[in-house]
């Protein structure tokens, strides 16, 4: 069974046992450095760690977010890393940023 290379210290780390549903996201801290961050098991199975700087104290990375119909995702982001969304509403002052649950 692959372990997951930590993607900030490229410590191995044993994959959880509870990490059994394929194309689902999960999150692992590293047995090293105690940093989160993120991997998915894919189909057959193995894994793909990446970076989660915003589980860990940075910023989120925000992106514009997509689906149909289009107008209806005009004010919508979603952060690159995690997931999260949040949504631009206006008000009297210009847009305001409401945030809502992550995916």
Avoid at 6 to 33: F, R, S
Avoid at 49 to 71: I, M, R, S, T, V
Wanted: proline share 6%; with cysteine.
């Amino acid at each position: 069974m692959k372990e997951l290379e930590c993607p900030y210290c490229g410590m191995d780390n044993k994959v959880p046992d509870d990490c059994t549903e394929p194309n689902y996201e999960y999150e692992c801290e590293c047995e090293g450095c105690e940093k989160v961050f993120g991997f998915e098991l894919e189909y057959w199975p193995s894994y793909t760690e990446y970076k989660l700087p915003c589980a860990n104290g940075d910023e989120h990375k925000w992106q514009q977010a997509h689906g149909f119909p289009g107008w209806y995702f005009t004010n919508k982001r979603t952060c690159e890393y995690c997931g999260e969304e949040k949504e631009l509403t206006w008000d009297d002052e210009g847009y305001i940023e409401v945030i809502k649950d992550g995916m």
